[in-house]
């Protein structure tokens, strides 16, 4: 069954100690005034991440993937003769929008397909659009540490002494490394979803083509509200799921909404060692829209957050966990 309705709302990732989202030089991503960030990406991945081991039967598209025999990254033609082996004309747009929809992750996020060998340029609205996030947290402290590994650099380094120079004890030496973390982020990313998005693709598609199932936003809200905390590699350990707020609005409304990242605060200080959230900004933008809202869910890890000033008619569940979605 087709999902309909547009949606709004947003996603926190907590890191403590962890660094949910490095740029190339390996520290948390920060804005020219010093706040702590993270990109849309690193949502992402941990949502297609969560569809690719939870649901393998999913086709997901935008994920990397080796090559059995080398071990490299398959291109963009490899993924796309492995995920679709029995596709003969990959030329033809109908047929290659039709496969392109049959992968979760872009009747999701959309794609951008372009393969010049076969001359195939195809672009994909997505409904979700997922936005940056900024850390709502008011201390933005990094701090980086030096570790060393267990193994011989291969190519020491030389020093000048008096005498000239001379190379250290090659058996000596271990390599030392650097690795940055955030002491307490918060990081909110706003998002939104709209299933008409899909529209043209849908029609160029015709009959081949695949909409945005219910069956898809269950398996979204359990990747939204879990994917983080379930990725848990070492330089990501100590970064969760925090809330997922899911606004729905009525099939027919036309409602437009402003992005959440400045409505929600954190309060200075913990109450209880919980983190606590102040939605009263979203209550006041909500309170005038009551008869253009089917429902609100309000996800949350209550070990270590709780929120105030919820808006009226809020359901609050688990974060973790099935709560009744998945049969």
């Not at 709004?8 to 990732?13: D, E, K, L, M």
């Not at 949502?47 to 291109?75: A, H, I, L």
């Not at 201390?139 to 030096?146: K, S």
């Amino acid at each position: 069954m087709n999902f309909d309705n547009r949606v709004f709302g947003c996603a926190i990732v907590k890191a403590i100690n962890s660094n949910y989202n490095a740029d190339f030089s390996g520290q948390p991503r920060t804005l020219p005034n010093g706040i702590v960030y993270a990109t849309d990406k690193a949502f992402k991945y941990t949502v297609r991440y969560y569809f690719t081991k939870m649901y393998p039967n999913e086709k997901v598209f935008y994920f990397q993937t080796p090559k059995p025999d080398t071990g490299n990254p398959r291109s963009l033609d490899d993924k796309y003769n492995f995920l679709f082996k029995d596709t003969k004309d990959e030329k033809d747009k109908k047929i290659v929008n039709g496969n392109l929809l049959k992968c979760i992750d872009i009747r999701l996020f959309g794609a951008t397909y372009a393969n010049k060998a076969k001359k195939v340029n195809i672009s994909i609205h997505g409904p979700l659009q997922v936005n940056h996030a900024k850390n709502i947290w008011h201390e933005n402290n990094i701090y980086t540490e030096q570790i060393k590994a267990p193994f011989a650099d291969p190519k020491p380094k030389k020093e000048k002494t008096e005498e000239g120079e001379e190379s250290f004890d090659e058996a000596a030496m271990t390599t030392i490394g650097r690795q940055s973390k955030l002491q307490e982020g918060h990081y909110l990313h706003h998002f939104s979803i709209n299933p008409q998005n899909l529209k043209d693709p849908l029609e160029v598609a015709g009959e081949l083509g695949t909409a945005l199932l219910k069956e898809d936003i269950i398996k979204l809200k359990a990747a939204m509200r879990q994917g983080a905390t379930f990725y848990d590699s070492a330089s990501k350990a100590g970064t969760d799921n925090e809330i997922l707020f899911w606004l729905q609005l009525n099939k027919d409304s036309k409602l437009i909404l402003p992005a959440f990242t400045d409505l929600v605060k954190t309060l200075p200080e913990k109450q209880e060692g919980k983190t606590v959230f102040d939605f009263e900004k979203v209550s006041q933008l909500l309170s005038c829209f009551s008869s253009e809202i089917e429902t609100i869910e309000f996800y949350i890890n209550g070990q270590s957050a709780m929120a105030i000033n919820l808006p009226e008619g809020c359901t609050s569940l688990p974060l973790f966990g099935n709560n009744g979605e998945e049969a």
